[in-house]
């Protein structure tokens, strides 16, 4: 299996433009996490889908932040308008419901200057 | 204000020595993991423990879940350059909704 593929890799972006991130879970997975890293507050959970559906998006850090999950093989998180303080590393993580082993993407780094 | 914190943040050592690090917090957690993450990459998933008191071994590696089910420890004995990384557990209150703990950030000299 490819794993968890994110897109893009690297995205260097100027303070008020648009981000957009892409993830394909892993075929047959049916949980998807969006996680932002930082060196100050660690991995944080950002929004968690199940089946497609939002779950838990209590992490959410404000309105400029969204994600969907269109289908069972594709999520978008969508940073507008971006900040300097949104410079981190997005990773996407999917798993099966029931199973308790989570894979992670390679991340997505954001650097918003 | 987070759920789990570890200890120590940073940790470097001589090839050879023996580390625990060690995962607490006030929550009762259904499962507590353990990931590797090396830079550029994503954590990697060691272990999953989901017994108060289990302790499970990992080659050189020996995590262990506290009776409570609120706090956990990974003790790496005679640890080597390979053992660099970023240390994180990982506590499922329900489900398969895990949050991160700090991060220990483990370097072993050659």
């Known amino acids: 299996d490819a794993g968890v593929i994110q897109s893009p890799r690297h995205e260097v972006t100027e303070m008020g433009q648009e981000v957009t991130l892409r993830c394909k879970p892993i075929?047959?997975?049916?949980?998807l996490f969006w996680y932002r890293q930082t060196m100050m507050r660690g991995l944080e959970l950002l929004i968690y889908?199940?089946?497609?559906?939002?779950?838990?998006d209590s992490g959410m850090p404000e309105d400029r932040f969204s994600a969907k999950m269109p289908n069972a093989s594709f999520s978008t998180l969508k940073i507008q308008p971006s900040e300097p303080r949104d410079s981190a590393v997005y990773f996407c993580?999917?798993?099966?419901?029931?199973?308790?082993?989570?894979?992670f993407g390679e991340g997505s780094w954001l650097t918003v200057v | 204000t987070q759920l789990l914190e570890q200890s120590p943040q940073f940790l470097s050592i001589q090839e050879g020595e023996n580390l625990t690090v060690y995962c607490n917090s006030s929550?009762?957690?259904?499962?507590l993991q353990w990931y590797r993450q090396e830079p550029g990459e994503g954590p990697v998933l060691l272990v999953t423990?989901?017994?108060?008191?289990e302790v499970k071994k990992l080659k050189r590696l020996t995590f262990q879940f506290g009776d409570a089910r609120k706090d956990s420890s990974l003790h790496i004995t005679a640890a080597q350059p390979g053992d660099t990384g970023l240390y994180l557990c990982?506590?499922?209150?329900?489900?398969?909704?895990?949050?991160f703990g700090t991060g220990t950030s483990l370097t072993v000299i050659p």
């Open positions: 075929s047959g997975h049916n949980s």
């Open positions: 423990v989901v017994t108060g008191g």
């Open positions: 993580a999917s798993s099966f419901t029931r199973g308790n082993t989570i894979y």
């Open positions: 990982a506590g499922a209150i329900t489900g398969n909704q895990f949050y």
């Open positions: 889908f199940n089946n497609n559906v939002p779950i838990d």
């Open positions: 929550s009762v957690f259904s499962s």
